[in-house]
Structure formats: structure tokens, C-alpha cells
């Protein structure tokens, strides 16, 4: 079985400060795909990135960058400079081939970015 | 990506009452989903349905609570049945665009359900 844990619950930063948010994860695949998704107070979840078991390379696209190490299970997201627009809740998730797409998420995170 | 629609965007019903949720895509996805997420919780399955095929429900949810139509590829709904205040929550379809699990899912901007 497969399982996300984001152990963090709630974050308040102050805005202009760097945030990590941690996710760890569960699967008894070596292939699989994990996924990051954000979702502002509106509700709706907007995607911010996919990464295949294959490929460990790290990724930043603007102030977002994410940190992939399978041999800690990890897949953690971090905004550099924060600004207020950051504040939602942040669900980490993972997907296993041959199972219809399902989405196993974690419990999410909520970022508060005080002005 | 896939742009996607919901219908009502929110609703009040009383206890014992049903409602039905619309999602249309813009696109013709094969693979469609219904997620729940009860207030202040993560996101949970409650079922996969693909066009020209019975829906799959995960484990806890069932058909005669939750019944799913799908009659096209750019089309599905969700009934919530004979409600209970426990049913109060959040209703979000999505999409996977490719049908591949090596991509991600588009959702929908949910359905907000309150139930008195």
C-alpha cells in the first residue's frame, strides 16, 4: 500500500522568508510519480509539478524549487521569498502505475505568509 | 491540461435529501475522478469512473450512496444520497488528460456541500 505523510501541519512564516515543506512517502514500487499541489483559499487545486522514481534531479522554477531523495523517500518543496499569494494548503501525493491513476494524498499543509 | 467545470459551485440541503454534481470537461478524457474532502482534510477517492464502464469505488464508498453516470467522454455526475450532515464537505472531479499514470491530474474547483 501506498502512503503520503506530511508531517508539518501548519506553518506561519513572515513574508520574504524561505519555507520548506516536507513529504514522505510509502510505495513497494520502484516505479511511481509524485506530485505537488497547491490550494488557495478559492479551493481549487492547481498543479505545480510531477516527478517519476527515475528521475532525481532537483527542480526550480522561480521561487519554487523541490528537492527529490529516494533514499530518505522524500519529495520536498520549498518557496524561496515568500509572499502573501503563498498562503494556501500545500498536498503532497503519489502515484503507482497499473492503478488507474489513483492519487494517494498527504493530509496537506497550510502556509500562512504574514505581511 | 484539461479545463474543467462544476455544477452548483455550492449548495445548503437538508438531511435526507440528494443532490447531483456536474463535472464537463473541454476535452475528451477517458479516465475521470471523484475525490471527497471532508472539511479541514486531505483529498479521498471515491471512485474512478470510465466511460462505457461501470464506476470503481474505493473502499468505504458504495454505489447506492454515491451513484456515478457517465455517459460521454467530457461528462460525468455524482449523487449524494439520502444526505446526513456527515456528508457536509467538499466534491472535486478531475481528469487525467492522458490516461497515463505518468501524468498529473486536472481537478475541477469543487462543489461546496453543506447538509443541515
Known amino acids: 500500500a501506498q502512503k503520503v505523510t506530511q508531517a508539518q501541519t501548519e506553518i506561519s512564516v513572515v513574508e520574504k522568508e524561505d519555507v520548506t515543506l516536507d513529504c514522505v512517502y510509502e510505495t513497494r514500487d520502484t516505479t511511481y510519480y509524485l506530485f505537488w499541489y497547491k490550494q488557495p483559499p478559492s479551493g481549487e487545486l492547481v498543479f505545480l509539478i510531477r516527478r517519476n522514481s527515475f528521475d532525481e534531479q532537483n527542480e526550480i522554477s522561480g521561487r519554487y524549487s523541490w528537492n527529490f531523495q529516494k533514499s530518505t523517500s522524500s519529495f520536498n518543496f520549498t518557496i524561496t521569498a515568500s509572499q502573501v499569494v503563498d498562503s494556501a494548503v500545500y498536498f503532497c501525493?503519489?502515484?503507482?502505475?497499473?492503478?488507474?491513476?489513483?492519487?494517494?494524498f498527504g493530509k496537506g499543509i497550510t502556509l500562512s505568509v504574514r505581511p | 491540461s484539461a479545463v474543467i467545470s462544476q455544477k452548483p459551485s455550492r449548495d445548503i440541503c437538508q438531511r435526507g435529501t440528494s443532490l447531483t454534481i456536474q463535472c464537463q470537461v473541454d476535452s475528451q478524457v477517458t479516465m475521470m475522478f471523484w475525490y471527497r474532502q471532508q472539511p479541514g482534510q486531505s483529498l479521498t477517492l471515491i471512485a474512478t469512473?470510465?466511460?462505457?464502464?461501470?464506476?470503481?469505488?474505493e473502499s468505504g464508498f458504495v454505489i447506492d450512496k454515491f451513484p456515478i453516470s457517465r455517459p460521454n467522454l467530457t461528462f460525468s455526475t455524482l449523487t449524494v444520497s439520502n444526505m446526513s450532515p456527515e456528508d457536509s464537505s467538499i466534491y472535486l472531479c478531475?481528469?487525467?488528460?492522458?490516461?497515463?499514470?505518468?501524468?498529473?491530474?486536472?481537478f475541477g474547483p469543487g462543489t461546496r456541500l453543506t447538509v443541515t
Open positions: 469512473a470510465n466511460q462505457g464502464s461501470e464506476a470503481t469505488y
Open positions: 478531475s481528469v487525467n488528460p492522458t490516461g497515463q499514470s505518468t501524468y498529473e491530474q486536472y
Open positions: 501525493a503519489l502515484s503507482e502505475p497499473g492503478a488507474n491513476s489513483k492519487l494517494t
